[in-house]
C-alpha cells in the first residue's frame, strides 16, 4: 500500500510539473479568514481593514510596486482615467493599494492622476497573505499595453526622484497583482504579476469585472472615452 502510494504522489508530481512545463500557472487560493485580521493605510493614516474594501461592492484591488516604479505610474495613470459612470452602471470600484509608508500617497495620486481609493500596505502583510511575489525580476515592456515611456528614460527619472526624496517608497523586490473580489468573500479574478511588466491589462480587468472597456493608446477597444 505505501509503494502504491508514493507511486501515486510520484504521478502527481509529474502532471504539475508538466503543467508548469507548459506555462499553466497554479490555481490562486485567497485566504480570507487571515486578511480578515490585516489593515491597510489611508493618507491620513487611518487604518482599514482590508476586507471592509470589498465587503459591499464588487471591487477591482490593484497591488502596485514601489511608487518610484514608472511601470506602475505609467499604469496608475491609465487606470485612473477609468470613467466613474463606467463604474456606476457595472456597480464595481477600483482600489489600489501600494507596499510604501502612507505618507507618500497624497504625492503620488498627484503625480499619476489617479483619484479612486489609494490605500498602502508598508509591511507587506496583504501582499505577503495573497503570495505576490517578492523577487527582482523585470519583464519585456512591448508585452505591457500601458507602459509609456522608454525604460532608460524611466529609470532615469526614477532614479532622479529617488535621489530627491532620499527615502524608498516601497520594498524595490515587491511585484504586484490584480484581483477582483466581493461582494464578501469571493474571488472573481486574480492574477500575481510575475515580473515588473507583468501587469494585468486595464480593459482584462474591466471585461471580467462587467465594465465596459476604455481606448488606451496601446489598447484602442473603443474610439472614445
Known sequence: MADEKEKTDDQVKRVDDLKMSRGEKAEIVVDFEKLHDLFVYDEMENKIRFSDIYKHQKTIVVFTRHFLCFVCKDYMEDLGIVPL???QA????????????CKFIKPFKKETGFNYSLYTDPE????KTLNLKEKMVHGNEKNNKHVKQSPFMGILRSTWKAMKV?????????QGGAFILGPGDVVHFAHI?????DHMPINDLLEKAGVAPVSFPKDKRVQHI
Open 124 to 127: 507587506r502583510e496583504v501582499y
Open 85 to 87: 459612470e463606467y463604474l
Open 193 to 197: 504579476d510575475e515580473n515588473s511588466l
Open 166 to 174: 532620499q527615502e524608498y517608497e516601497g520594498n524595490i523586490k515587491q
Open 90 to 101: 457595472a456597480n464595481v470600484r477600483i482600489v489600489a493599494i501600494g507596499p510604501a509608508p
